[in-house]
């Protein structure tokens, strides 16, 4: 059972559109993170949250929000997208009880903004 | 700027063989040192990781070394296999309080049989 799912796998939508990318995870973890992939830049930090109700600042947050509304569930927001955040979005979790525990991925959303 | 960067975009080595993979990062204050392995299509998975209180861990065929004073760190791999081939990211943070993570962009590495 996987233990980071993220929906949809895949979406496009239009600039301008209004688009919720989920990820939910069943290891009990503190953090969850919020990715984008993309040819020559590797992995960006968009958001990240030490637990429901907590949001951090990543490297590449704008035109991003993000929520975490509980343990679970971690959703990222795009509000007005652009053509620009057309990319792969990856969600992760991580323990902190033993100080920089593995990163667990989930398998991808696959964004197309038109 | 970039804190964590990856010297080389792409290597190709004969199966069998031994291989470098290159790390470099920004933030003397880094104290956690990660690499990822990607497949195609596939999310990143842990490979090996290290803190800063060892400079160097061994697991099977994979070793990572770390130069705190450089501010680098490598991966080496022995005894390269085609299933070896994939993008290697790594990553290092620091305990600011809040876990948080820089990856590199990523080597991709190809075995030929």
């Known amino acids: 059972e996987a233990a980071v799912t993220q929906s949809p796998r895949n979406k496009v939508t239009v600039t301008g559109g209004n688009v919720t990318l989920s990820c939910r995870q069943t290891?009990?973890?503190?953090?969850m993170y919020w990715y984008r992939q993309d040819t020559g830049h590797g992995l960006r930090l968009i958001h990240y949250?030490?637990?429901?109700?907590?949001?951090q600042i990543g490297d590449v947050p704008d035109g991003y929000k993000a929520t975490r509304t509980t343990q679970e569930d971690f959703f990222l927001l795009l509000e007005l997208a652009s053509p620009s955040q057309t990319s792969l979005y990856f969600c992760?979790?991580?323990?902190?009880?033993?100080?920089?525990?593995?990163?667990?991925f989930g398998p991808g959303t696959r964004l197309t903004v038109l | 700027g970039q804190q964590v960067k990856q010297s080389s975009p792409s290597l190709t080595v004969q199966e069998g063989g031994i291989l470098i993979l290159n790390c470099d990062y920004e933030?003397?204050?880094?104290?956690?040192f990660a690499w990822y392995k990607k497949y195609p299509d596939n999310s990143p998975t842990l490979l090996i990781s290290?803190?800063?209180?060892?400079d160097k861990r061994e697991d099977g065929r994979f070793t990572v070394f770390l130069n705190k004073s450089g501010k680098h760190f490598s991966l080496h791999i022995t005894a390269s296999q085609p299933e070896d081939t994939a993008v290697y990211l790594c990553?290092?943070?620091?305990?600011?309080?809040?876990?948080?993570?820089?990856f590199g962009k990523g080597t991709s590495l190809t075995v030929i049989p």
């Open positions: 992760a979790s991580s323990d902190d009880k033993n100080n920089y525990a593995e990163q667990f």
């Open positions: 290891n009990s973890h503190n953090y």
């Open positions: 949250s030490y637990g429901a109700g907590n949001l």
């Open positions: 933030n003397d204050m880094f104290d956690y």
């Open positions: 290290v803190r800063s209180n060892v």
């Open positions: 990553a290092a943070g620091a305990d600011t309080g809040y876990q948080n993570f820089y």
